[in-house]
Structure formats: C-alpha cells, structure tokens
C-alpha cells in the first residue's frame, strides 16, 4: 500500500468518525506512521492543523444539519462533540459568523469546509540534499515567542518575530555574551507544539559556564538522530514543505518527539540556513 492510499484511508477514518470519536493515534496508524509525526506532517501537507481540519469539518456538517433539519440546537452539539451549547455557539460563531439558530433563517452565508482527499501531483524535478547525524544532548538559550500553527499564519509572524528581536536589542545582546559581531545570524528552535502554536525561539547553542541575564529561555536538547537539510540560498519556507510532501514520503523516516531547528549560518548580508528535524526509521 502505498504513502497515498494510506493517506486517504486516514481522511476516509476521520470522515466517517465526525460524528463520534476520533483516535489521533488510530488516524496515524492507518497512515503507518507515529501520532507524533502524522500531527506534525499534516499541516505542512494541507494548510491547516489536523485539530482545525476536523472542527471546520464537523461545524460545516452541523451548519447543514441545522438548515435540513428540525434537530435540536442541543443535540447537534452533542452529536459533534461539544459538552454545551455554550461551547458549540461560540465556536460555530467563530466559523460561520452567527449563532446556530440564526442558521435557519433564509437567505444567510455559511461557510462549507469540504472533505479533503490526496491526489498524485507531479513533484520532484529539483534533487533535495540531505544527511542524518547523531548528535548528543545539548542546550540553547534564547527569546522566544507563540506562533500560530495555520502554515500561512507562521510564515508571516515569524519574520516579524525575528525583526522584533533584532529592534529590541535580543540579538545583539546574545551576540555579544556569545562574543560574536552584532550582525552574526543566531539559530531557531521550533518546539513545544499544542493543537494551535508553537514556540519559536531566536536563540543559539549554550557555552558551558555562560551566566544568562533573566530575559533569556534555556532549552534542553536530548540526545537524537537529525534528518538535516541545507539551504544555501537560505529559502527555507519553500523547503519546509518540500521535506513534508517530498521527503517523508519515500525516505523511510518519520519524525520524532522533539524540536526543530533552523540553522542560519553568517551575518545578514550574507546567510545560509539548514532545516533540522528529528528522525527515526520507520
């Protein structure tokens, strides 16, 4: 079976369970993959976290139900997974822009989220470079700050993130504990994912012995394989993509608990990147 008969087999389980319970680990089974690495995968594949894909799913089904049918308000909640009314009203307010029973009346707009589905696209004509390094257990300081998981979202908010820690003095001050010239590039750290964000921080190894002034966040690394891609052009967005559709799919790796980096290397005139990403084979 291969990586896209897998795929749409996950979306045929998620499809049929909107109105029940869904298994993020039963999903990821069907894809033959980890819980972890199908949650990090399926957002640089669709757009959108597997979380959202569902509620805008389930909420586009209750907007019908509640047009087709005489189904109580209540009831429609329950059926799709909401504890209260209160809890439906707000969230289908937040998709469609009114309240459930204002669903009814004629003439309003609703929003319709269909049922994705993967289809074969032509990819591949440029050759990805790549190599997979052990690395032991280290540590980063740096700023960090929340970024929306919605890739389209993070694109934005991150380069507006970096150009705020170089306006409020974070680079330069890390540079300088780090002994390095102002304009020198630091590296990023993308971890501690929920179902909406991430943190991402702007930051760099940690020396041995290096006193920390309190404005700075220290991460733990473990000790892990790396899966690491090299950017010299330092287009890194595109790149992002192209391993999660490109890459995964054929490599016989999947991604493990962990973050990721990216690596930006010389000054701001002149930088190069990789994408680290932390692997195990399947």
Not at 115 to 136: C, P, T, V
Not at 200 to 227: C, D, Q, S
Not at 251 to 256: M, T
């Amino acid at each position: 079976m291969d990586w896209l008969e897998r795929m749409n087999q996950a979306m045929d389980y998620i499809e049929t369970n909107l109105a029940d319970t869904i298994s993020y680990d039963e999903i990821a089974k069907i894809a033959c993959c980890s819980t972890y690495h199908f949650q990090r995968m399926f957002p640089f594949i669709t757009g959108v976290p597997l979380s959202e894909y569902i509620r805008h799913r389930r909420l586009t089904l209750a907007a019908f139900e509640l047009q087709t049918t005489g189904a109580k308000v209540i009831d429609i909640a329950m059926k799709y997974g909401y504890q209260s009314p209160e809890a439906f009203a707000r969230a289908f307010k937040n998709l469609h822009g009114m309240m459930p029973v204002s669903a009814r009346d004629k003439g309003v707009t609703l929003k319709a989220y269909p049922r994705m589905s993967f289809q074969l696209s032509i990819k591949g004509d440029a050759e990805m470079n790549y190599r997979i390094e052990q690395r032991g257990a280290f540590e980063m300081f740096g700023v960090s700050g929340l970024v929306s998981r919605e890739m389209q979202t993070a694109f934005a908010d991150v380069p507006q993130f970096r150009k705020q820690c170089d306006e409020d003095g974070s680079v330069e001050l890390m540079n300088g504990l780090l002994g390095r010239f102002s304009n020198t590039v630091l590296h990023a750290a993308l971890y501690d994912y929920s179902g909406e964000s991430f943190k991402y921080m702007v930051g760099y190894h940690l020396p041995p012995g290096l006193e920390l002034p309190e404005r700075f966040t220290k991460l733990a690394v473990p000790e892990l394989t790396w899966a690491i891609f090299p950017e010299p052009q330092c287009e890194l967005q595109p790149l992002w993509e192209r391993i999660y559709t490109e890459w995964f799919p054929i490599s016989g790796y999947e991604q493990v608990e962990g973050p990721q980096f990216e690596m930006y290397y010389g000054t701001a005139v002149h930088t190069q990147g990789e994408i680290w990403i932390p692997v195990k084979k399947k």
